[in-house]
T-cell receptor
Framework: RKEVEQDPGPFNVPEGATVAFNCTYS??????FFWYRQDCRKEPKLLMS???SGNEDGRFTAQLNRASQYISLLIRDSKLSDSATYLC??????????????FGTGTSLTVIP | DTAVSQTPKYLVTQMGNDKSIKCEQN?????MYWYKQDSKKFLKIMFS???????INETVPNRFSPKSPDKAHLNLHINSLELGDSAVYFC???????????FGPGTRLTVT
């Protein structure tokens, strides 16, 4: 079973729409959580960390549900520039290997004019 | 100022050759990483290097070896390149294990 699973999409939404992505993780020892975005042929860039109480950064809201082992990302008022692949990242502490990041396979978003 | 830089950006080479990719970070971070992103866009960690301790992903062939001359540099050396090594290799750094990571621009390796 994969450590992190995401719906690959694609999600095609009109400008101004609200879109939400979910990501599930399998290891309850997961300690920290992040959302990254990756544009075509570019490196992943940190979008936001995900805190237990949930957090917001402008049009972006991230939530963590430890009981159900998922994190979510909500994008309000979508812009054309939001088109990218969104990667869910989970940091897991494993006794033999220490902390390791596990990336989801990404969810593709295209915002349509 | 580039926070995490990699050279070269593109690398085309033949099977059986040995090549190196260099990575440097000027963020003062303690931890550096190498990732491989394959054609299906799946990003997989290869190595992490923290305080001179190397953590290796057990699935990485021993043809791959990281070398860290100092805290700001983590180079990747690959021996006897194979077709399946073709991918984009990303270097990253973080303030410590478990913290957010910052990625370099990637090195696109093509083995012919």
């Amino acid at each position: 079973r994969k450590e992190v699973e995401q719906d690959p999409g694609p999600f095609n939404v009109p400008e101004g729409a609200t879109v939400a992505f979910n990501c599930t993780y399998s290891n309850s020892a997961s300690q920290s959580f992040f959302w990254y975005r990756q544009d075509c042929r570019k490196e992943p860039k940190l979008l936001m960390s995900v805190y237990s109480s949930g957090n917001e950064d402008g049009r972006f809201t991230a939530q963590l549900n430890r009981a159900s082992q998922y994190i979510s990302l909500l994008i309000r008022d979508s812009k054309l520039s939001d088109s990218a692949t969104y990667l869910c990242v989970v940091n897991i502490h494993k006794g033999n290997t220490g902390n390791q990041f596990y990336f989801g396979t990404g969810t593709s978003l295209t915002v349509i004019p | 100022d580039t926070a995490v830089s990699q050279t070269p950006k593109y690398l085309v080479t033949q099977m059986g050759n040995d090549k190196s990719i260099k990575c440097e970070q000027n963020l003062g971070h303690d931890t550096m990483y190498w990732y491989k992103q394959d054609s299906k866009k799946f990003l997989k960690i290869m190595f992490s290097y923290n305080n001179k301790e190397l953590i290796i992903n057990e699935t990485v062939p021993n043809r791959f070896s990281p070398k860290s001359p100092d805290k700001a540099h983590l180079n990747l050396h690959i021996n006897s390149l194979e077709l399946g090594d073709s991918a984009v290799y990303f270097c990253a750094s973080s303030p410590g294990l478990g913290y957010e990571q910052y990625f370099g621009p990637g090195t696109r390796l093509t083995v012919t």
